[in-house]
Antibody, heavy 119, light 113 residues
Framework: QVQLVESGGGVVQPGGSLRLSCAAS????????MHWVRQAPGKGLEWVAF????????YYPDSVKGRFTISRDNSKNTLYLQMNSLRAEDTAIYYC????????????WGQGTLVTVSS | QSVLTQPPSVSGAPGQRVTISCTGS?????????VHWYQQLPGTAPKLLIY???NRPSGVPDRFSGSKSGTSASLAITGLQAEDEADYYC?????????????FGGGTKLTVL
């Protein structure tokens, strides 16, 4: 069965950095695009990044562009999100999700990892 | 505010039918991008409910249905049950130069009376 397991969340000071990981299993990871989506406490869903199956193309919203970097290691079936220059408004649960293309639906989501940006 | 507009809340009694709207524009739903719907129970990850405007993944009851017309889409839930109480989100893709990428609605909280 498909499994996505996020890790790497925690408490970080404003301006700090954090790297999230998403371990994938149960499907051919190297043929699938992947998203990061976040949800601030009590708020709605916000798309954070998408990477194509081979890592050649990456997409971000303006809110994180230049600060966050999505990457993947297909040999390890693992997705990453490097987050730099973190702000209080980046505090959220971060989910990884499987998406065949950037506009396709995501049938599989991880359980999420909480990132708290606070001094 | 979100690129896709949803009502903050809807409610209905058990057995009734409710609809949740998702209004976009000519740079997303109106230009032909698909709409997908997710259900999120408290403390859990979103679950895909409808994909490609009107298709249900395996295991989703046929009480849930989706439609799309022009710049809007709708999720309908018939035979409302207590377990349907959750937050619902629509998702699409936006091609505008100012914000190209995946967009979500702000979410709708469904209360079963």
């Amino acid at each position: 069965q498909v499994q996505l397991v996020e890790s790497g969340g925690g408490v970080v000071q404003p301006g700090g950095s954090l790297r999230l990981s998403c371990a994938a299993s149960g499907f051919t990871f190297s043929t699938c695009g992947m998203h990061w989506v976040r949800q601030a406490p009590g708020k709605g869903l916000e798309w954070v990044a998408f990477i194509q199956y081979d890592g050649t193309n990456k997409y971000y919203p303006d809110s994180v562009k230049g600060r966050f970097t999505i990457s993947r290691d297909n040999s390890k079936n693992t997705l990453y999100l490097q987050m730099n220059s973190l702000r209080a408004e980046d505090t959220a649960i971060y989910y990884c999700a499987k998406g065949q293309s950037i506009a396709a639906a995501s049938e599989y989501w991880g359980q999420g990892t909480l990132v708290t940006v606070s001094s | 505010q979100s690129v896709l507009t949803q009502p903050p809340s809807v409610s209905g009694a058990p057995g009734q039918r409710v609809t949740i709207s998702c209004t976009g524009s000519s740079s997303n739903i109106g230009v032909g991008y698909d709409v997908h719907w997710y259900q999120q129970l408290p403390g859990t990850a979103p679950k895909l409910l409808i994909y490609g405007n009107s298709n249900r993944p395996s295991g989703v009851p046929d009480r849930f249905s989706g439609s799309k017309s022009g710049t809007s889409a709708s999720l309908a839930i018939t035979g409302l049950q207590a377990e349907d109480e959750a937050d619902y989100y629509c998702q699409s893709y936006d091609s505008s130069l100012s914000g190209r990428g995946v967009v979500f609605g702000g979410g709708t909280k469904l209360t079963v009376l």
